[in-house]
């Protein structure tokens, strides 16, 4: 079979650092703000000349982090409660063969500054460090088609879950308002789409959890229908 080798011309600065509590598809936190940093012979202005007139773009990635865990041809959809299984093509699971990744993502910006290029985007569901394969502009009179369906996964996820935080937390929220205004928001955002793992959500009691976002820590805990943000800290 004939192989190819592939290049990543940059690579996704994100607040996701770890996969845990990503969103499963992008645009579903807008909060979620990240950097795209080009590199070597792909760190030169030319490349995105004319991109800043498109309002959304493609990001082909790899899923570095998966990628050397292997496939299979039948995989068990979060969103069927990981109880039926789909094959691998049937849906957007990680561990596929190529390990190649899809996202259309808001272009916020094009930055260069000391001979750095970079692009700010909105939206994503991408680890950090994430290597990007290709970027494409995004173009609405092809790429949208309201007529589609999606079997299984024809609706945006929604969650019954109400989320609040503790004085702790909304008072470390407040102290971040200059680097990161919508901290608040966004951890909100990423609580509501309910990131436990399938099994745990018919389990009931409560359930504590931790996650990272940027360099910080947030510890919360689930009961019933109410997440509750009990502490932020630094790393
Ligand atoms: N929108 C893309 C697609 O359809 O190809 C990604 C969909 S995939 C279901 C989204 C999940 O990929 C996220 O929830 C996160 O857990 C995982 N993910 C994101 N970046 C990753 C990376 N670099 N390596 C491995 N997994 C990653």
């Not at 995004?138 to 609040?164: H, N």
């Amino acid at each position: 079979m004939e192989t190819y080798q592939i290049s990543p011309l940059g690579t996704i600065r994100s607040p996701y650092k770890q996969k845990f509590a990503i969103p499963r598809q992008p645009r579903l936190i807008p909060e979620a703000r990240a950097q795209l940093e080009f590199s070597g012979e792909f760190n030169r202005e030319e490349f995105v000349r004319g991109l800043a007139d498109f309002s959304h773009i493609w990001l082909l990635f790899r899923f570095h982090e998966t990628a050397d865990k292997g496939w299979s041809p039948l995989v068990r959809p979060p969103r069927l409660g990981g109880n039926e299984k789909k094959g691998v093509f049937a849906t957007r699971a990680t561990f596929r063969p190529n390990a190649i990744g899809m996202s259309a993502v808001k272009l916020e910006d094009i930055c260069y500054k000391n001979g750095k290029l970079w692009l700010e985007l909105s939206g994503i569901d991408l680890l950090d460090g994430t290597p990007i394969l290709d970027v494409k502009p995004y173009l609405p009179y092809s790429d949208s088609l309201p007529d589609a369906t999606a079997g299984f996964a024809d609706t945006r996820p929604e969650t019954e879950l109400e989320v609040c935080f503790s004085e702790q937390a909304i008072a470390f929220c407040m102290k971040q308002q200059n680097k990161h205004p919508d901290l608040y928001q966004f951890i909100a955002k990423v609580l509501k789409q309910d990131p436990r793992p399938a099994y745990k959500k018919s389990k009931g009691g409560v359930q504590n959890y931790g996650m990272c976002l940027y360099d910080f820590n947030i510890k919360w805990k689930i009961e019933n229908n109410l997440n509750t943000v009990l502490e932020i800290s630094h790393q």
